[in-house]
């Protein structure tokens, strides 16, 4: 499966973006999407999964609130809208899939990723 990331941007403080991740090829093995980032000198971050459904969504407690992802089936399209962005959201975007039903944050169980989109978030 291949993912497409897009919709990163230069935001300020306060603003909202709201990325886009577009699965083509075998995208009956994408049963569950995440999105991590990456800041510069930082390990990659889990920010958010959902499942096949949509019924289960997991957040990480830095973007709970501020951030939601959801998915379009008809589309193979999952998105992230992020609200109330801070300069400590300044990071490189990653879109990701995994063949496991269940939600995970683990950064092991996705074995499909996308090119990243840049984040910058100004104060």
């Known amino acids: 499966v291949q993912l497409q990331a897009c919709g990163g941007g230069l935001v300020q403080a306060g603003g909202s973006l709201r990325l886009s991740c577009a699965a083509s090829g075998r995208t009956s093995i994408t049963a569950t999407r995440g999105w991590f980032r990456q800041a510069p000198g930082k390990e990659r971050e889990f920010l958010a999964a959902?499942?096949?459904?949509?019924?289960?969504?997991y957040y990480a407690d830095s973007v709970k609130g501020r951030f939601t992802i959801y998915r379009d089936n008809d589309k193979n399209t999952v998105y992230l809208q992020m609200h109330t962005l801070k300069p400590e959201d300044t990071a490189v975007y990653y879109c990701?899939?995994?063949?496991?039903?269940?939600?995970?944050?683990?950064?092991?169980?996705?074995?499909?990723w996308g090119q990243g989109t840049q984040v910058t978030v100004s104060s």
């Open positions: 959902i499942n096949w459904t949509g019924g289960s969504i």
């Open positions: 990701a899939a995994s063949v496991r039903p269940v939600v995970t944050s683990s950064i092991r169980d996705f074995n499909s």
